[in-house]
């Protein structure tokens, strides 16, 4: 039995030594010291020993347990160090290598210009008011004093959805919605996407931008219109920027006026852009018609207000310059890159 003990421990002992992963000794370990291992039974066969030698083979095993495990312990520490340090080197990050460049998008053309405007306005205390693309005709025509038989209801100009719901042809419905559900005074701009049936060529396109505006309140007279629209230009484009009012017509101001502003191209000394007037057609407005007041509940006699309304694409066009709308809307990387 003795012989049995020390032909086992010579055996783990070099079982322990031969071990490579920290799970090789691991097994080792279950192996001789577990409850089922090699080292238990021999425990157990001490039963078969006569009584006055059991005392002493149990003192060896358990001298051989100690030894054992001891050396399993300290195998086990080493291959642990040895994986640790594998593992540590395997992750290394070599901080002098050069970076992963990160591709940093930028705001399209139509984003700057309408963040550039709504600054403005809002330094001016205009509030931005949203409305729905699809829209109720009625507010869309009928409330703006646009007559059922007028010719900018025609089916070539507007896409209708049902007899009562079109695509929103502007975005003067907003001014609508805006007057139905707040009294004035009103300073509010409505930004957004607006359809006509138009066929897509350089300077037109089924589907453009708007910002219109609305002032309302006490008093409001065309000096405040004029006033506010220059400043607003003088701001946008430049400060040597003039602009010009020429008579207009809108079914919803009276009276209207359109608004030419300094070629942004040439700076007034006429190009091709500007078909060589040095002036170049940047929006409508006018002083809102008392009809439309009256048709949101607002009484024309106490107040008064002026409207206005710009095409986005338009003024981006002029601004930076492109000559094709279909630009704007094609997202093509190699155009959007150079506005970052
Ligand atoms: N709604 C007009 C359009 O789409 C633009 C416009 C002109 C809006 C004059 C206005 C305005 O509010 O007063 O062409």
Sequence with gaps: ????????????????????TSSDIEAVRIRLLGKKGELTASLRSMKDL??????????HVNEVRDA???AIDKKAGELNRIEKERRLKAEAVDITMPGKKQMIGGLHPLTRIYYELRDIFVSMGFSVMDGPEIEYDK???EMLNIPKEHPARDMQDTFYITEDIVLRPHTSPVQIRTMLSQKPPIRMICPGRVYRSDDVDATHSPVFNQVEGLVVGHGITLANLKWTLDAVMKEF?????????RPGHFPFTEPSAEVDATCAKCHGKGCGVCKGTGMIEVLGCGMVHPNVLLNCGIDPDEYTGFAFGMGLDRLATIKYGITDIRLLFENDIRFLSQFK
């Design 1 to 20: 039995m003795e012989n049995e003990l020390k032909a086992l421990m010579d055996k783990a002992l070099k079982e322990i030594n031969n071990c490579q």
């Design 237 to 245: 484009y430049g400060e040597n920027t003039k602009t010009k009012f």
């Design 68 to 70: 054992l495990t001891q």
């Design 50 to 59: 006569p009584e006055d030698q059991r005392p002493l083979f149990g003192k």
């Design 139 to 141: 507010y869309s025509f």
